[in-house]
């Protein structure tokens, strides 16, 4: 047997006895001189770190991201350079909705965030298991979010606040249809897919860009589960998720994700938007695979398992401003506020050195003239001097060889622009019914009017219009099991246009 080390304070001081506290004789009030009793109790009293807003209930591993395929037509990035380069890697997955204390089975959207610790940087991916969102405009973030949480009188989840909202943001209508359809509940985060839902931009060495959307196929195969399998696991194991994908892990079954990218160019962007109406940039849309087919990229791995949750899970920092040269944002303006917002969020819950907490660390070197703050360590600029520009020997420069090439959008104005004008918010919802079989769709409008049923007639009767006008037997059969007039409902579909915004 080994022997074990001492048992110190958080000074590196020997404890003698862990057990009993300092007192006046045996019965006696405890004294102020029990440093020992006080650091622990304050530091108790400090363990738990601000819950994140959305994606609290989380989990996550290390792993590698190995290229398989040349991809460096396309971006300059280092983590592309070759085939058969590793990359380190963490991921992240989550429920979106629910709190810390959520069960990991619930039908909810799931996130994937992945940091990819790369030589030039860290690139963060910040994703879901759908390519797309319920919004497209920032604005409309926070207060979708709200109604997702709890009621601000009875501290309930509450149907009528989502539907109230989903009903007049029509847009919110293809991510809907696949939430509450058969690939609602994943069965496990090994058998899901990923995806960076936004588009981005990558730009290669002789500094043309192209858009690109990120994709990550589950080598295991798609699998997930029904509401009767989900309520039945949710009732023995709130984290079986969790205990899934950690204990698969140790038993070296490690989880694989073909990684895979869409690359659309300007001039087909200008196209796509003509052709079909739809914004490349629009998050509630997706790319179709017949036109802009998946190119392979590399294979993802999870092989090790953190040492300490709240270490590497709960203080994971994941942010899409988080990017490396040959990899950018696009028009997309759900990223453009994220760009700021994941970013400040970690300012709030982790402080302003989040970045050198090990988990979030980059495994390159750092150097800038950003300084002090709570948790400063000072290891990588020491004594150099704070400010920019200087002539101090040693300190760091620019590089002007990574600099990115201008956008080019043409004549544009900046405004406060309508986005639920001029969009198609309900071919593509449509389409994805129409691939299901007929229990798939009895299943996804039962579980539409389970929830929709307790919302007020007037929300339902203006989210039965959205459904309708996706596809007739789509709107037809939830109107029929929420037992309203199934004319009535149609005739409204037809004579309204769009949600009223009064």
């Given at each position: 047997m080994s022997e074990r080390p001492t048992l110190t304070t958080a000074e590196g001081c020997p404890i003698a006895d862990n057990l009993n506290s300092l007192s006046a004789g045996p019965r006696g009030p405890l004294l102020m001189q029990d440093v020992q009793l006080l650091e622990q109790m304050q530091h108790f009293n400090r363990e738990r770190i601000?819950?994140?807003?959305?994606?609290?209930?989380?989990?996550?591993?290390f792993?590698?991201?190995?290229?398989?395929?040349?991809?460096?037509?396309?971006s300059k990035a280092s983590v592309f350079s070759q085939v058969g380069k590793e990359t380190e890697v963490f991921l992240r997955f989550s429920t979106v909705a629910g709190e810390r204390g959520a069960a990991d089975a619930e039908r909810d959207v799931r996130g994937f965030a992945v940091k990819f610790y790369t030589d030039e940087g860290n690139w963060d991916l910040v994703g879901n298991?759908?390519?797309?969102?319920f919004v497209r405009d920032p604005l409309k973030f926070a207060n979708f979010i709200h109604t997702q949480k709890r009621d601000p009188k009875t501290n309930l989840r509450d149907n009528d606040m989502q539907w109230d909202f989903w009903s007049q943001t029509p847009e919110s209508l293809h991510q809907i249809t696949t939430l509450f359809s058969d690939r609602g509940i994943p069965k496990s985060y090994r058998t899901?897919?990923?995806?960076?839902?936004?588009?981005?931009?990558?730009?290669?060495a002789e500094g043309e860009r192209v858009w690109v959307k990120f994709h990550f196929k589950n080598q295991a195969g798609f699998q997930t589960m029904t509401d009767e399998e989900s309520a039945a696991l949710i009732a023995g194991d709130r984290e079986s998720h969790q205990r899934d994908l950690f204990n698969a892990i140790e038993k070296g079954d490690f989880p694989r994700w073909d990684m895979k990218i869409q690359v659309m160019t300007q001039a087909e962007a200008d196209k796509f938007e003509k052709d079909t109406g739809w914004n490349p940039f629009d998050l509630t849309k997706v790319w179709p695979h017949a036109d802009f087919p998946l190119i392979d990229v590399g294979v993802l791995e999870l092989n090790r398992n953190p040492e300490n949750y709240h270490a590497d899970v709960e203080q994971a920092a994941f942010k899409p401003?988080?990017?490396?040269?040959?990899?950018?944002?696009?028009?997309?303006?759900?990223?453009?506020?994220?760009?700021?917002?994941?970013?400040?969020?970690?300012l709030h819950r982790?402080?302003?050195?989040h970045h050198q907490i090990p988990v979030n660390k980059p495994r390159c070197p750092v150097m800038h003239y950003m300084r002090d703050g709570q948790g400063a360590t000072a290891e990588t600029y020491g004594s150099m001097p704070n400010y920019f520009t200087n002539t101090r020997a040693g300190t760091p420069k620019e590089s002007p060889e990574h600099r990115d090439p201008a956008w080019d959008l043409g004549q544009t104005t900046v405004d406060r622009f309508d986005s639920r004008q001029d969009h198609d918010d309900f071919t593509q919802a449509g389409n994805l019914y129409r691939l299901f079989d007929d229990g798939q769709k009895d299943r996804l409008t039962t579980r539409i009017a389970g929830v929709l049923g307790d919302a007020r007639e007037e929300v339902q009767m203006r989210q039965l219009c959205h459904f309708f006008r996706a596809d007739p037997d789509y709107?037809?059969?939830?109107?029929?099991?929420?037992?309203?007039?199934?004319?009535?409902a149609m005739t409204q579909a037809t004579r309204d246009t769009a949600p009223s915004h009064a």
């Amino acid at each position: 047997m080994s022997e074990r080390p001492t048992l110190t304070t958080a000074e590196g001081c020997p404890i003698a006895d862990n057990l009993n506290s300092l007192s006046a004789g045996p019965r006696g009030p405890l004294l102020m001189q029990d440093v020992q009793l006080l650091e622990q109790m304050q530091h108790f009293n400090r363990e738990r770190i601000p819950e994140r807003v959305v994606h609290a209930k989380g989990s996550g591993a290390f792993g590698t991201l190995k290229i398989t395929n040349d991809i460096s037509k396309y971006s300059k990035a280092s983590v592309f350079s070759q085939v058969g380069k590793e990359t380190e890697v963490f991921l992240r997955f989550s429920t979106v909705a629910g709190e810390r204390g959520a069960a990991d089975a619930e039908r909810d959207v799931r996130g994937f965030a992945v940091k990819f610790y790369t030589d030039e940087g860290n690139w963060d991916l910040v994703g879901n298991n759908t390519p797309v969102f319920f919004v497209r405009d920032p604005l409309k973030f926070a207060n979708f979010i709200h109604t997702q949480k709890r009621d601000p009188k009875t501290n309930l989840r509450d149907n009528d606040m989502q539907w109230d909202f989903w009903s007049q943001t029509p847009e919110s209508l293809h991510q809907i249809t696949t939430l509450f359809s058969d690939r609602g509940i994943p069965k496990s985060y090994r058998t899901m897919h990923g995806y960076g839902s936004h588009t981005y931009s990558m730009i290669n060495a002789e500094g043309e860009r192209v858009w690109v959307k990120f994709h990550f196929k589950n080598q295991a195969g798609f699998q997930t589960m029904t509401d009767e399998e989900s309520a039945a696991l949710i009732a023995g194991d709130r984290e079986s998720h969790q205990r899934d994908l950690f204990n698969a892990i140790e038993k070296g079954d490690f989880p694989r994700w073909d990684m895979k990218i869409q690359v659309m160019t300007q001039a087909e962007a200008d196209k796509f938007e003509k052709d079909t109406g739809w914004n490349p940039f629009d998050l509630t849309k997706v790319w179709p695979h017949a036109d802009f087919p998946l190119i392979d990229v590399g294979v993802l791995e999870l092989n090790r398992n953190p040492e300490n949750y709240h270490a590497d899970v709960e203080q994971a920092a994941f942010k899409p401003s988080a990017l490396v040269p040959g990899i950018g944002p696009s028009p997309d303006k759900m990223l453009q506020a994220r760009l700021m917002s994941y970013a400040d969020t970690h300012l709030h819950r982790l402080g302003v050195n989040h970045h050198q907490i090990p988990v979030n660390k980059p495994r390159c070197p750092v150097m800038h003239y950003m300084r002090d703050g709570q948790g400063a360590t000072a290891e990588t600029y020491g004594s150099m001097p704070n400010y920019f520009t200087n002539t101090r020997a040693g300190t760091p420069k620019e590089s002007p060889e990574h600099r990115d090439p201008a956008w080019d959008l043409g004549q544009t104005t900046v405004d406060r622009f309508d986005s639920r004008q001029d969009h198609d918010d309900f071919t593509q919802a449509g389409n994805l019914y129409r691939l299901f079989d007929d229990g798939q769709k009895d299943r996804l409008t039962t579980r539409i009017a389970g929830v929709l049923g307790d919302a007020r007639e007037e929300v339902q009767m203006r989210q039965l219009c959205h459904f309708f006008r996706a596809d007739p037997d789509y709107g037809m059969r939830i109107a029929k099991k929420l037992n309203i007039d199934v004319e009535a409902a149609m005739t409204q579909a037809t004579r309204d246009t769009a949600p009223s915004h009064a």
